[in-house]
Structures are given as C-alpha cells and as structure tokens.
C-alpha cells in the first residue's frame, strides 16, 4: 500500500523513448503503524489514570481548655454517646450513663442501625425546641462577622433547632480507623453539627470488654 | 446480450473516523491522567461524602499504614526546597548531627517512617537501597516518644521562615489501622497548638433521601 513504487517498468505507460512520465505517487499512507501507536497510548493512559482523586473530611477537635466547658453545656437530655469497638461494633447510651440493678441504658448496635439512632435522637431534640428568635439572630451575626457566605436564615434556624444535641464519639483502643472516620461521615450524612471525638473513660471500656465477651465478639 | 456487471467493493474501510475518535480518547486520557507521586506503602483510605479538594502545596501529611506504621512527608510541590528546610530545623531542635549532604538528601524523599535516631542512618543509603528499606514508622504512641510532635513543630517553624502559615495538616489512614495510633498523632498535634485536620478519603456517594441529601437537594437562600 505505502510502498514507493520502485520499478521503472511493468507498468505499460512508456510511449516511446523521449517520455518521461512523472511518476504516479499514491496519495494513501499507510495509517495501521499510527493507529497502532495511538491505542498503545490510550491504554497506557487509561491504566495510568486516576479518575477519583481524594478527597478531604474536615476535622476540627476542641482545645483542652475549651472542653470542661463543653461538657458543661451539654444538656443531659440531647447528649448521645457512641463508642467503638472492635469487630466494627457500635456501643451507645443516652444522656448519662446509667448502669445498675434497675437500669442499664448501655447498648449495643450496628454500623446499619446507628444511623436510625442518631436520627431519632435528632428528631428528638427538635420536638422539644421552641422557636427562639435571638438564637437565629445570633448565628447570622456570627456568619457575617466571620465573613461566611451562603448562610441563610434558613441554616441558622436547621443550626438553632439542635442546639441541644452533643454528640459524643468514643473509639476505644481496638476501633480501627475506618469506624472512626465512618461515623464521623454519618454525622455529616445526618447533619449533626455538634460532635466530639473524645477519649473512652475506662467504665465504658470494661463494659465494652464484658459484652464482647458475652457475645463472643472477635 | 449485455452481461450483469457485478459493483466492484473496495476492500479497503475508510480507517479516518475510527482513528479520529481514537485521538480523541487519547488527548482526553493524556489531559485528564494525573500522575500519582510513587508510593511505597498502599494506603486503602475510607470513604466519605464530603469532598473538599486535596491541597498540594504548603501541606503536610501524616500517613497510618495498614499495620500502623505512622509516616510523614512535606507536601509542596513548587518549592521543593522547604523540605531541606524542615530538616535542619529538625536537626538543630534535637541535636541530630546529620550532615549538610545528608539533608540534601532528603529532597527526594516522599515520606519518611524512620524514628529520629536512625534518620542519618536512612539518609545515607541509596536511592534502591531506600526502595527496599522496610521503614518501622515514626513512634507516637507513647507521650515521652512521641517524635510526630518534633516533625509538626519543625515543619510549622520552616514554613513560617518563608512567611506562610501552616493550616493544612493531612492525615491519610488505611481504613484498617487502629485508634491509639490516630490519637497518638491527634495528641502531637495538639501539643503544637493545631486542631484542624483534613483527612483524606475516597468519595463515596450520599445515601438517598438521607438528611444531607435532602439538604443539598433543597433550593438555597430564604
């Protein structure tokens, strides 16, 4: 096909000796080695590629000075607390934990589940709020002095409406890394704003420890 | 009689579409690939749905690998320079005694997992011989060790010799490490007076009709 053509004779066209014919080139390249080449690149980029590039979780923790006040604001009735354990095992109790002969409010849960939980807790929370004006008021002031944009009044009364629910989230020392950045991603999948990633007091541990052994979690 | 003249096909396709839209895909995947910096441990980070671009430049970046290792490298791409920088600061808060051509060194190195008094000894090795280094990480599980405090405190005094404040703290962990190691790190990072994090993750979808769903969903403003 793309062969220069180089034999002067065969091809009938001479008319006699004085005749030069200029020669007939064909105006067709061979495309096959180009086309090879292109789909070797394309598979090198295709394998080479990165289509989902990552991506960042904001995470802000308190300072410790700012925590005892923290935990003094928050109101026992909109306090949620969630532990981690291993075998990917969510613990959880509300307000105080409470552990006796007559009560036990410490639970025992899922991944699946504790997204129901957190909810109803939400739901919880803004059945018992009362519309409070100066609430809003002070958050828009907040947002404009900080120079947040893309706030409404709409956002500061969803941010008014749960000021009550904390939050707290405890992974003990088996919890890997991937429960802790996951429940960390529910809290924003369910729109919690206030949390906490908090250290576990050793009662919830041995608790943890006890139900583990109990049901024979590995 | 006049015999039936069957049409000639050429057997030659007319190749030019095909090869065109194959170009096509090829400039597409040359623009759109985006070349990983090496990484000699494979880091498998969780998912999340938010999705806050990744800084490149004036980070750093802590890394947790699968069997707890704790890794850290400077991120900055346009100055690769302040690495070096980091470095001596290090060296002289601590008393290291590495070399000037032992810090020079470190420039191409992407992330470093040795504890601190092995790092000229680290440094000193091959660009191969590194390659195959197996690296214990960085130790920041015990407070009185804790050497990530030294790394944070070093590379927040060299970026603000050149005049920027340090506010993107990376931290890149593999789903299956554990806590204590993540905490040894938040504890460090708290010692230097930062609280402000950004984990890496994956982007992972937002689950229908949940809450945020329903809030992205919603028209803005009021």
């Not at chain 2, 195959?132 to 009185?144: C, H, Q, R, W």
């Not at chain 2, 593999?174 to 190691?181: R, V």
Request: charged share 30%; net charge neutral; with cysteine.
């Amino acid at each position: 096909m793309s062969s220069i053509d180089t034999s002067s004779e065969g091809g009938g066209h001479k008319k006699g000796p004085g005749v030069k014919k200029a020669k007939k080139h064909s105006t067709r390249i061979d495309m096959t080695p180009m086309v090879d080449l292109g789909f070797l690149l394309i598979t090198f980029f295709i394998f080479t590629t990165t289509m989902s590039s990552p991506t960042t979780l904001k995470l802000n923790m308190p300072k410790d000075t700012d925590k005892e006040e923290e935990k003094n604001k928050a109101k026992e009735s909109g306090a949620l607390t969630i532990m981690l354990g291993k075998g990917n095992q969510v613990y959880y109790y509300e307000g105080q934990l409470k552990v006796d002969a007559t009560e036990n409010n410490f639970k025992v849960t899922t991944f699946k589940q504790i997204r129901e939980i957190i909810l109803k807790k939400k739901a919880d929370v803004i059945s018992r709020y009362v519309r409070n004006v100066d609430c809003e008021n002070d958050k828009l002031n907040l947002w404009k002095k900080n120079n947040i944009e893309g706030k409404f009044l709409s956002d500061a009364q969803e941010s008014c409406e749960q000021k009550d629910l904390v939050v707290v989230i405890k992974p003990n020392s088996e919890a890997t890394y991937k429960n802790t950045v996951d429940i960390l991603d529910e809290m924003s999948i369910c729109r919690v704003f206030t949390y906490a990633l908090v250290k576990i007091a050793s009662v919830e541990n041995e608790l943890i420890k006890k139900t583990e052994e109990t049901s024979g979690i590995k | 009689m006049p015999s039936v003249k069957m049409p000639r096909h050429n057997t030659d396709t007319d190749m030019t579409p095909f090869v065109d839209v194959a170009f096509l895909i090829l400039s597409f995947f040359m623009l759109a690939t985006k070349f990983k910096p090496p990484e000699k441990i494979p880091i498998k980070t969780p998912g999340s749905v938010l999705a806050d671009k990744l800084p490149e430049n004036d980070a750093v970046m802590m890394t947790i690998d699968s069997s707890d290792r704790v890794f850290f490298s400077v991120l900055s791409q346009k100055e690769p320079k302040i690495k070096v920088e980091v470095l001596k600061k290090l060296n002289t808060m601590r008393g290291l005694n590495l070399t000037d051509a032992q810090m020079e060194k470190f420039k191409n190195i992407y992330m470093v997992g040795v504890p601190l008094a092995s790092l000229g000894q680290f440094l000193d090795l091959s660009a191969e011989e590194q390659k195959t280094y197996k690296d214990p990480g960085i130790p920041v599980l015990d407070s009185a060790t804790n050497e990530m405090v030294w790394w944070i405190n070093a590379s927040v005094a060299a970026f603000s010799d050149r005049g920027i404040k340090l506010t993107n703290f990376l931290l890149k962990g593999d789903g299956e490490s554990k806590f204590p190691t993540l905490e040894g790190i938040v504890s460090a990072m708290e010692r230097n007076e930062e609280f402000k994090y950004q984990l890496i993750t994956s982007l992972e979808g937002v689950p229908t009709s949940s809450e945020l769903d329903k809030f992205n969903k919603k028209p803005k403003g009021k």
